[in-house]
């Protein structure tokens, strides 16, 4: 008896196992890799895609710096090198014609971004907009949904506002997780993180950085993380993020049409610390 209690125990604790790992799997999504070389991207996982959730990789296996931002052509007419002409110039039109879910805009020989977008249908392009992108771009289409698929769960988000940044991370946050990113506000924005050694950088750089666009060279090392390049209002992104501990500044250096001066010079600025 006593025996038969314990395996439909040992049975019970099984079911719910299999229960807990059913609904780990109600978010799978479809993964999509890309890698950037040296004047090209690879990719797997664009073909067949449907719209919903999807899980990114890029990575930069090139030489050179590179980045995956992406971008939904809306207008029938839009093309991918019409919209990258119109980002890469200083004035963006009141109608883009497209729309900016995110992405990230750099990476170094070696580096990786994971991130999730929500996708309809539609037409879409990964493109690298750097100076080493010449135009370095990988269109691709997404159709009708077939099915339901969840988004990431986030251990918390950082909401970009017109011009601020809201902050709802768990208390001493230790850098890790998925973070969800939705553009709240009416203005094109972005979220990069620039690590500090102390405090008296942190405040050097911010008194900078509420200025203008810095002169001269970067803080030393490599200080910067990007986790979402411009983002169009309404976006969300989900990103991965793995910040060791430290002070950062979290920055929107994204240009204000009006004054020409990135957003941190309007309050898109703040000070985090990792712990
Ligand atoms: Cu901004």
New binding site residues.
Partial sequence: MRFALALSLFAALASAAVTAAANAHVDTRPQVSIVANAHSFAATGLRNLHAGYVDVTVRDAGPLTHGAGLIRLDDPGMTPARAAKIIAGDNLPAHLGFTLLGGVPQLSHGQSWHGAFKLTPGRYVFFDDGENGKGMMRPFTVGAATGTSAPPRAVGTVE?RD?AFVWHLPKNWNGRGIVEVPNRGA?I??LTFIKVHNQAEARKWSAILAKGYPQGPPPKGDPMTFAACGQSPGQTSWVKLHLEPGIYLAV?L?PDPKTHKP?TALG?LSTITVR
Avoid: A, V, W
Wanted: negative net charge; hydrophobic residues 45%; aromatic residues 22%.
């Fill in positions: 970009l011009f203005e924005h972005e929107c994204f957003h898109m």
